[in-house]
Each structure stands twice: as structure tokens, then as C-alpha cells.
Nanobody, 119 residues
Framework: QVQVVESGGGLVQPGGSLRLSCTAS????????MGWYRQAPGKQRELVAS????????YMADSVKGRFTISRHNAENRVYLEMNSLKPEDTAVYYC????????????WGQGTQVTVSS
């Protein structure tokens, strides 16, 4: 079973920065599309950013474009979310997900890490 673990959350002031990190166990990490999602209290979970298995294509939600960056390091089984110019509305639990289509469509979720943006 693949285990996904996020880290790097915390409390930061508006305008500040955080870098989230996510690791996934196993030898197939380089085959996964990786994504960062977030869920604020009372709201649905939403996709923030995703990156293809080779790190050559990324997607960023409009709400974070120009402020957040997603990257991955396949040799270390790790994906990052660099968050800059943070706003109070970025406050949420951030989840990492690995997705594969082989041999069957499977999603691997982490437990989440809390990000709070507040003065």
C-alpha cells in the first residue's frame, strides 16, 4: 500500500510564505500524477495544483496563479508546493494526492497538513 505524507504546514502572517512537502512510498512514484488539494472549513475540497509524472506540465488554480508553484523530485519521491504572498483565504487543510491509471485507476491521499494565514 502506498503511503502519502504531507509536511510543512503551520501558521503564517498574510504576505508570508510556506513550502509544503509530500512524500509517497514505493518505487512507482515517477508514474504518478501528483496534486495538491485544499479544504477550508465548510467548503468542498478543491484542486490547487497538479504536476504530471515527469514534471513537465503543471496546472495551477486561478486563485493561486502567480503565488504558488508546484514541483517534484522523482529521485526523492517528493513533491512540493511553494506558497508565497499568502492570504487569509488560503487557510485550509492541504492534502497531497498521487494518481495512477495502471493497472487500475487509483488515488492515494495523505492525511493533510493545516495551513493558517492570520495576523
Amino acid at each position: 500500500q502506498v503511503q502519502v505524507v504531507e509536511s510543512g504546514g503551520g501558521l503564517v502572517q498574510p504576505g508570508g510564505s510556506l513550502r509544503l512537502s509530500c512524500t509517497a512510498s514505493g518505487s512507482l512514484f515517477s508514474m504518478y500524477v501528483m496534486g495538491w488539494y485544499r479544504q477550508a472549513p465548510g467548503k468542498q475540497r478543491e484542486l490547487v495544483a497538479s504536476i504530471d509524472n515527469r514534471g513537465t506540465a503543471t496546472y495551477m488554480a486561478d486563485s493561486v496563479k502567480g503565488r504558488f508553484t508546484i514541483s517534484r523530485h522523482n529521485a526523492e519521491n517528493r513533491v512540493y508546493l511553494e506558497m508565497n504572498s499568502l492570504k487569509p483565504e488560503d487557510t485550509a487543510v492541504y492534502y497531497c494526492k498521487g494518481a495512477t491509471m495502471h493497472p487500475t485507476k487509483t488515488d492515494y491521499w495523505g492525511q493533510g497538513t493545516q495551513v493558517t494565514v492570520s495576523s
